[in-house]
C-alpha cells in the first residue's frame, strides 16, 4: 500500500493550480501567504491568502486566523504519489489519469496535522546513507580488481598460450 501523501495548494506564475510539500512559506509584500519561489498559497476556494503581515495564527486542522477573519489552507492529498508529476522547484501537477482529493476530512478516513513554525524533516538517516554509500563503494572497488586480475590472467593465457615454442 502505497502512503498518503498530503500537498498544499499553490498558484504558479501563470496562474494554475500546482501542489507543493513545502510548507515553508513566507509572506510578500502584498500581505500574501507564498512559497519561497513566490507562488500564492491557495485556500479551500483556490483563493490567494491575504494575511495582511506576520501577525496570523494557523491550528492544526488547517484554519489559519487574521484579525478575526478565519481562511482555511488549501489542503489536497493523493491516494498514489506515482500520480504527481514533478514540476520542479517543490511543484507538483497531478498527471491525467491521477487522482487528487481536495480539502480532506475525516470522511475520507485520512487525517492530518497543520504546525505553525515547524517544518518536516526528512525521514533518511544521512549517517546509515552515507555508510551503505560507503560500503557500495568499497565492493565495487573489490570487484573491480577481481576483473582486473582476472583480465590479467586471460592476457597472459592468450599470449603464452599464441607463443610458439
Known sequence: ??????????QNEE???RFTRNGNFTV????????????????????PIATG?????VTDGGTLSVEGQVTTLGIAYTPDA???VKEGNNLYRLSEEGMIIENPGEEEGVSYSIQQNHLERSNVDSNRTMTDMM??????EMNQRVLKAYDQSMQKAVTEIGRLR
Open 1 to 10: 500500500m502505497n502512503p498518503v501523501l498530503f500537498f498544499f495548494r499553490v
Open 15 to 17: 496562474g494554475e493550480q
Open 28 to 47: 510578500d509584500g502584498e500581505g500574501f501567504l507564498t512559497t519561497n519561489q513566490g507562488y500564492y498559497v491557495l485556500d479551500d476556494n483556490e483563493e
Open 53 to 57: 503581515g506576520m501577525d496570523f495564527h
Open 82 to 84: 506515482a500520480e504527481m
Open 135 to 140: 560500503n557500495t563503494y568499497r565492493s565495487f
